[in-house]
């Protein structure tokens, strides 16, 4: 309550957009000191992101924070509390200049573009202060069960595909964006290909066990990889887990629209931390194990935005109609419909089809961002469901006319492309079937993992909260910002969003 009366205190003074801001991060700083000790905030572009900590105020012996491994890094090297727990590429290339590539995140071993860059230059580096990206250095499945043939068509950096000359194998380097360690509650799927996922994420009864389970291993792995180290203790592990699972990270200031956790508004983390989630919650395929339909409408935090008083106030008006703005955006978000066609994941998925009373392949169906998004307030998926919507197609072999265009949008990173074969065609028709089918791409998904063909190209869409603080966007930061997304997707699926309803759009996702 003591809270809510100083946010509202604060709505109605006057003042300039700086000034605004430089009162939000204190306040917010005053009352999370006074209040809620456990808050913390910081500027990020739009407004003030807030990490709220279940088990109270940060404890910076706790091994998240501490380098167990021989180059220098911590968990906190790429989880950074000012970018909502995940890595910016402002942060990076600030990090870079400041100590000359010298930062233990630029360690050659995946900071760099190949192994052997050199931790000073920055040509070899690019991928990562350019786009966000660490070099992920991934085991060719073997012959049996493999079913696909892969090799590397452009090898910018010379090491792309390695040949290890005593066993063997194939070692295929993929880049990616750091995950948030935040709002890890809310995961049906660890890591971008689910390669963390050793127990399944998709019961209720053992979802809590299972998670845990499966971030203590995947502390193990980012030890032994990224920092180069032995594997952390089983005490280590536990304290990084539970230190990891109460982090909530949101937005809770807007430049434009003031404070997002209001009694009109519920944003913020500690909203969020309390924000009801089991696997399989409003599931597109009609998966909930409560066997409650799918309802579209999946986020409700600023529909209290969508009437404001009016006032005669120039600052209350502005005020309002940057809230007003925002409550448009989450409402396209929820409501507005296209066709989704040649989405891996869906358009091949046997479930929807039944979903729907057609066969596959589906041709195309109409849905909504929440089709994909559909966890509560959250944005992800609640149940596992990697997709293949385009974002890691090679643009330069691109052939379908939807998914090149909305790859022309962005700001593609120059990556290794692969290409693969001996699959068939997911969407071929009567037609097309037995025609051959190549897949050139610069991230094979989750197929580097499984195997399978019908793995190929697909990728988990992360949890939503905390964008405006953690840009580049999509797993291989082609996306510089969220106009490039919003462009994006508005190519890909057709969408005919006007330029104002963009803007509405990208207000709501920096809200988030």
């Known amino acids: 309550m003591r809270m809510k009366m100083i946010l509202q205190s604060w709505t109605a003074s006057r003042g300039k957009k700086l000034a605004l801001a430089v009162v939000a991060l204190g306040l917010a700083t005053a009352v999370s000191a006074a209040v809620i000790p456990q808050l913390f905030a910081f500027f990020d572009p739009t407004g003030v992101i ?39 590429t402002q942060n990076i290339q600030e990090r870079f200049f400041s100590t000359r590539g010298q930062d233990p995140l630029f360690a050659a071993i995946d900071g760099a573009n190949c192994p052997n860059g050199s931790s000073g230059n920055p040509a070899d580096h690019s991928l990562l202060l350019g786009h966000g990206l660490i070099r992920i250095p991934l085991t060719v499945p073997t012959p049996n069960p493999v079913q696909f043939q892969i090799v590397a068509t452009h090898d910018p950096y010379g090491c792309a595909l390695v040949t290890d000359p005593t066993s063997g194998e194939q070692t295929a380097s993929v880049f990616r964006r750091p995950l948030p360690t935040t709002n890890l509650k809310f995961l049906s799927t660890i890591m971008f290909d689910g390669r963390e996922t050793i127990l399944p994420l998709n019961d209720r009864t053992t979802d809590p066990a299972n998670l845990f389970s499966d971030l203590m291993h995947q502390a193990v792995d980012a030890t032994t990889t990224h920092a180069q180290g032995l594997p952390p203790t089983t005490a280590q592990q536990t304290a990084i887990v539970n230190f990891e699972l109460g982090l909530f990270s949101a937005q809770v200031f807007d ?155 962005l700001d593609f990173p120059d990556l290794p492309v692969y290409q693969i074969t001996g699959c068939s065609n997911p969407f071929a028709t009567a037609q097309t079937a037995g025609e051959p ?19 190929v190209n697909r990728i988990k869409g992360p949890i939503l909260r905390g964008l405006a603080s953690r840009a580049p966007y999509f797993h291989n930061g082609a996306a510089q910002n969220l106009d490039q997304l919003v462009n994006f997707y508005n190519q890909r699926f057709q969408m005919n969003l006007s330029d104002e309803e963009k803007k509405q759009l990208i207000a709501f996702l920096n809200s988030l």
């Not at 979903?355 to 994909?372: D, H, K, R, W």
């Not at 469901?385 to 090679?394: K, V």
Request: net charge negative; proline share 8%.
């Open 255 to 409: 430049n434009q629209a003031g404070f997002l956790v209001t009694n009109v508004a519920q944003g913020g983390p500690v909203n969020l931390s309390q924000a009801a989630y089991y696997p399989g919650i409003n599931d597109t395929l009609g998966q909930d194990p409560n066997h409650i339909p799918f309802n579209p409408t999946v986020f409700t935090l600023f529909a209290g935005f969508a009437n404001p008083t009016d006032s005669r106030d120039p600052f209350a008006r502005a005020l309002a109609a940057a809230q007003k703005n925002i409550a448009a955006g989450e409402a396209i978000f929820n409501t507005h419909t296209f066709s989704i066609s040649n989405v891996r994941g869906l358009n091949d998925n046997a479930a929807l089809a039944t979903a729907l009373g057609t066969t596959l392949p589906i041709a195309s169906f109409e849905g909504t961002c929440t089709t994909c998004h559909d966890a509560p307030n959250v944005g992800d998926h609640s149940l596992p469901l990697p997709l293949d919507i385009g974002t890691g197609h090679d643009p330069a072999t691109e052939t379908d006319p939807q998914i090149a265009s909305a790859l022309a949008q």
């Open 50 to 88: 807030a990490t709220y900590n279940l088990n109270g105020p940060l404890d910076h012996s706790n091994p998240f924070f501490q380098s167990l491994g021989t180059n220098g890094r911590s968990c906190s090297t790429c989880h950074i509390a000012s970018n909502a727990m995940g890595l910016s």
């Open 437 to 455: 089918y190549v897949v050139n791409t610069t991230d094979p998904g989750k197929g580097l993992i499984t195997g399978a063909c019908s793995d």
